[in-house]
């Protein structure tokens, strides 16, 4: 065997390991925030075990008063909720967002009683479906499209 083949020869087992760590794509370190009815110690030690399984995971954390399960891992959020749903447990993405990080003003169809203190429900509107008509009147008043609007020089 040559220095030439040699180099060929290490370069082919190179590339192809190169290839194969191309092909394999890894997981993300990502945090997973569920909302899991749980009524009692029984019930968060069964979902914490069951979650704890689950491969990639690497912490699960789990606010008993808030109905609030934290999972934190190389882990995909679709995978993480069928296994807690595989408890019998009611089980949802979290569905709230702290009150400071929505628009206001705040619908108030999305206020949910049961939220946690100082969040709402995540909900998802465009700026255009909620302004009245009175309103859209108003803010099309002083438009450079609107070729009847008020101009002041």
């Not at 912490?59 to 882990?75: C, E, F, H, P």
């Amino acid at each position: 065997m040559g220095v030439g083949s040699t180099l060929e020869y290490f370069c082919s087992l190179l590339s192809s390991g190169h290839k194969q760590k191309i092909k394999r794509k890894k997981k993300q370190m990502q945090t997973v925030e569920l909302k899991v009815r749980m009524d009692c110690e029984g019930c968060e030690l069964k979902v914490k075990k069951t979650l704890s399984s689950l491969k990639g995971v690497k912490s699960v954390d789990i606010n008993l008063k808030q109905q609030k399960v934290t999972v934190t891992g190389y882990v995909e959020p679709n995978k993480v909720l069928k296994k807690a749903q595989s408890t019998g447990k009611k089980t949802e993405f979290w569905p709230y967002v702290p009150y400071t990080l929505v628009a206001h003003p705040y619908t108030a169809q999305a206020y949910d009683k049961k939220a946690p203190p100082g969040y709402v429900r995540n909900v998802e509107i465009s700026s255009t479906s909620t302004l009245s008509k009175q309103e859209e009147q108003y803010t099309t008043m002083f438009s450079d499209e609107n070729p009847n609007a008020c101009s002041i020089m």
